[in-house]
């Protein structure tokens, strides 16, 4: 928890723009995310609640959908829904979003910026791919509305 009182304390009291804010702010549900996949008990339920809160304020920041760091934080948040949450649905629901606004605009990257979002864009595919079968298998074909 050093880490993230330091990211707290030390960088994100400070005012900053809206894409460091969201790579720090994501960080920090990232470290609750870490913490979670091993906590018990109450500890178990701190973590959860304090990570989805930090996904949730990094998610409201305005950033453009092909952002590495929105692309990053769509990624890291729906694997948080699947792995930590165990809600498949939103898991499902949040990569989908996230990936088809960041195809409705990747013609209008540069050559640099599509390479970044390229990597991460692909993920999220195969992410919802697995997710999606996986629900098909247990759930029938519930999941074909995404």
Known sequence: MKIINMINNDVLAK???AEPKAFFVKMVGDYYRYIAENAKDGLLEEVKNKALESYDQANNIELPPC???KLGLALNFSVFHYEVMKNHKAACELADKALQEALDKIDELEED???DAKSIIELLKENLTLWKEELDGAEG???DDL
């Open 15 to 17: 005012d900053c723009e």
């Open 67 to 69: 952002n590495p760091i």
């Open 113 to 115: 910026d599509f390479r």
């Open 141 to 143: 074909n519930e999941i």
